[in-house]
């Protein structure tokens, strides 16, 4: 994720990271819910790791964080590009219909981080307004 999220600042693409930008003190939940609202792009990156705990039934915030990225997509016009789903590793598919649709893209190579980095400045220019820099939520 850290190779991604230096990718994407390389290219001019703004990133929060929970595990770079949460402050000692922040109350995070309230804090990424806010953040993932306020995000041009969500970038949801599925590790083979999760897969294991989604196997095992084991609670990840990630799943929350998703669910609140693909809540959404409700109020966006159809056909909007904002939830990007990435994945590092060996990952089966996710048991979000929602995501059924969404081209995924392998990340673990620089080629397919370029490709996610380019993915996201050409949907920023589609609907670019002013001179606001391009913002993606990691997560």
Same mark, same amino acid.
């Given at each position: 994720?850290? *190779?991604?999220?230096?990718?994407?600042?390389?290219?001019?693409?703004?990133?929060?990271? *929970?595990?770079?930008?949460?402050?000692?003190?922040?109350?995070? *939940?309230?804090?990424?819910?806010?953040?993932?609202?306020?995000? *041009?792009?969500?970038?949801?990156?599925?590790?083979?790791?999760?897969?294991?705990?989604?196997?095992?039934?084991?609670?990840?915030?990630?799943?929350? !964080?998703?669910?609140?990225?693909?809540?959404?997509?409700?109020?966006?016009?159809?056909?909007?590009?904002?939830?990007?789903?990435?994945?590092?590793?060996?990952?089966?598919?996710?048991?979000?219909?929602?995501? !059924?649709?969404?081209?995924?893209?392998?990340?673990?190579?620089?080629?397919?981080?370029?490709?996610?980095?380019?993915?996201?400045?050409?949907?920023?220019?589609?609907?670019?307004?002013?001179?606001?820099?391009?913002?993606?939520?990691?997560?």
């Amino acid at each position: 994720v850290n *190779d991604l999220r230096d990718v994407l600042q390389r290219r001019g693409i703004t990133v929060w990271q *929970d595990k770079q930008n949460l402050r000692v003190g922040q109350y995070w *939940d309230n804090l990424i819910a806010r953040i993932i609202g306020d995000a *041009d792009f969500f970038v949801f990156v599925q590790t083979d790791r999760m897969d294991e705990r989604d196997r095992k039934h084991l609670k990840g915030v990630y799943n929350r !964080e998703l669910k609140r990225a693909i809540k959404l997509l409700e109020d966006l016009p159809g056909f909007t590009e904002f939830l990007f789903h990435v994945t590092v590793g060996e990952c089966g598919p996710r048991p979000e219909p929602e995501l !059924e649709s969404v081209h995924r893209i392998a990340v673990d190579s620089e080629a397919g981080r370029e490709q996610l980095a380019q993915a996201i400045l050409d949907a920023y220019q589609e609907v670019a307004v002013g001179s606001r820099s391009a913002a993606a939520a990691a997560g």
